[in-house]
């Protein structure tokens, strides 16, 4: 089986942001996840952040602790929160067993017409290893903080990654 390698596209309109992300979506995509988290914290007008998982074939702890700060970034701005529309049923349970349903409205049901279509490729922000090691810390500790079942499955990967962040390099 082919692997599509993953891509995020993204739209506003009417105070309506849709972040779409397609394909495998792993840590190489989070300066990306993260640009757009950091830009949603300050969009004026918005109203609704729907993020459409329908195409995405897997999607990594690192790209999903970047989702979570998609939700972090506009909590106390939106009436609802934010909405993932999912229908592969491995990545709804990934969903569910890291808590998602705490901070996320999950739905199967598509997104209304015409938003869906108006999405447009975003540009990969690419990170250098320090950069990548950083979001990928970063990700992490945003999932231990969503529930006790991450707490225990990312404190190890947290902790070597503090550790390798004060070893001297060379």
């Excluded at 989702?67 to 990545?91: G, H, S």
């Excluded at 320090?130 to 190890?156: K, S, Y």
């Amino acid at each position: 089986m082919l692997i599509e390698e993953g891509r995020i596209k993204a739209a506003f309109d009417s105070g309506v942001f849709v972040l779409k992300l397609i394909g495998d979506v792993r840590l190489t995509l989070c300066a990306t996840l993260d640009i757009q988290a950091q830009r949603l914290a300050q969009t004026p007008g918005l109203f609704a952040v729907m993020i459409d998982l329908r195409e995405a074939t897997n999607v990594d702890s690192t790209a999903l602790g970047f989702l979570a700060k998609v939700a972090m970034a506009v909590n106390n701005r939106l009436e609802q929160p934010p909405t993932i529309i999912v229908d592969n049923p491995d990545v709804r349970q990934m969903l569910d067993v890291m808590g998602f349903a705490r901070f996320f409205t999950l739905l199967g049901a598509p997104l209304r017409p015409g938003l869906a279509d108006a999405v447009e490729d975003l540009p990969e922000v690419l990170a250098d290893e320090n950069g990548l090691r950083e979001r990928v810390l970063e990700a992490h500790r945003i999932l231990m903080h969503m529930n006790e079942h991450n707490r225990e499955q990312f404190q190890p990967l947290v902790e070597m990654l503090e550790a390798q962040d004060h070893t001297p390099r060379h």
